[in-house]
């Protein structure tokens, strides 16, 4: 938790004020938050919520026991570019990392826009983040290098154009961190089964259409829930009591 304590120090003078939050709120409208709201709970159902902590023990024959054990990561670092452009995107990042149960740390870094906007920020309150930050790379990667090996077991995701993360990245690569680059939009196709029968149509040929109710929802297709969870793994010998441990970020 040491890297975590870190982090929110040191990104703390950068909070976004909670009026803005609000303000961000009101503004996206009632609509705007059915949408953002839907998208959420498409997200929840999708991947479900796991549970803190979970252990499993399997004994061989061999006579030797392997123990693993996954938790949540120590935290969770979101860079997103001020300008991202697409709210379910970023809740499509945002929700495996807190359905993990990884504390979030989300930062918006200014770049062609100096603020996100407001249904970005009103995403974030819909989904239970209290608070985000407006801090620019270098400060990210200053604080970051604080934590010392500790940013091992935590996980970063860069939302935007892959300049506006290219030293996150570069650190992450170097300190073996775990970092995800989202810098371009999945393709989700969602369709609806039109089986209807026109004039001059092959009877029984199928047309597709949009499904208008998830026209806003987007999924991350390698992203879920188990990326952001951390592994430990021990071997025991059943005769002595000797054991091997190895703990993944």
Sequence with gaps: MRALRLLESGLESRL?????????????????????????ARLYRV???????????????????LRAEEFPAA?????????????PLCLAALLP????GAPVLFCFVPGRKPFP??????????????????VPEAEILRVLRKTGPGCRRGRAVLLGRPEVSAGIAAFAHANAMPCLSLTHAPTLRVIQRDLTVS????????????????ADFRLWPDLDPGWFRG????????????????RQP
């Design 16 to 40: 976004i004020p909670e009026a803005a939050h609000a303000a961000a709120y009101a503004e996206t409208g009632g609509r705007g938050r059915a949408l953002l709201k839907k998208c959420i």
């Design 47 to 65: 991947f479900g919520e796991s549970v803190l902590n979970e252990e499993h023990s399997s004994r061989f024959r061999e006579g030797f026991t």
């Design 75 to 87: 935290f969770a670092l979101f860079a997103c570019e001020a300008a991202h452009g697409s709210a």
């Design 97 to 100: 990392a807190l359905l993990a």
């Design 117 to 134: 906007s407001p249904r970005l920020l009103a995403a974030l309150e819909l989904a239970g983040v209290e608070k985000s930050y407006l």
């Design 199 to 214: 004039p001059g149509k092959e009877p029984g040929a199928p047309t597709f259409t949009v499904d208008a109710d998830h």
């Design 231 to 246: 592994r430990s793994l021990s071997l025991t010998s059943d005769g002595n009591g000797a054991a091997c441990h190895e």
